[in-house]
């Protein structure tokens, strides 16, 4: 039988003690470097606050020719017809907040709130979902598709 000695140093794992400090030096600086940005706000951005400049509430309403119509809701007024086959962005953009309605279990009833900011930006809130889509971080093509909706009608304010 042949005996097995045991030393009681860190040798005995083959990492080098120097290794093992440097790991723990650097967990230290890491978790206090973190620490420190989170009390002073070091590295954070912050979008500056604006208000609404005009709202409108829409319903979105498919029509038998694949079209798609844009009705405010306060009034039931046509204000724009999405024609077969155009605006993908503003069907795409609509199919995932239906799905999104359908999953939380929400009717189709409630408007969708499209507001533009005073930064001039605008963005769609669906409020039975809590869901909310800055139109702008899709780009200004995209974010112009929604805009149009401004110029057919007198926003509500």
Known sequence: MSELSVK????QTGVPRALLM?????????????GFARVTDVG?????????????????DDLDDGGVAVLNAADESLLYKVEPGTNGFIRATMR?????????G???AAPFKLTRWSD????????PTGRRLDLDAFGPA????????????????
């Not at 954070?44 to 979105?60: D, E, H």
């Not at 995932?96 to 939380?104: D, H, I, P, V, Y």
């Not at 995209?142 to 304010?157: D, M, R, V, W």
């Open 8 to 11: 009681g140093n860190a040798d």
């Open 96 to 104: 995932g907040l239906a799905r999104e309605r359908m999953r939380s």
């Open 44 to 60: 954070v951005s912050r979008m500056p606050t604006s208000s609404a400049v005009a709202t409108l509430l829409l319903r979105f």
């Open 142 to 157: 995209n974010a112009g598709a929604f805009a149009q909706f401004f110029a057919t009608k007198e926003p509500l304010k």
């Open 120 to 127: 001039g930006t605008i963005s769609l809130h669906d409020e």
């Open 106 to 108: 929400v009717g189709a």
């Open 22 to 34: 440097g790991a723990l030096a650097l967990v230290i600086v890491t978790i206090m470097g973190s």
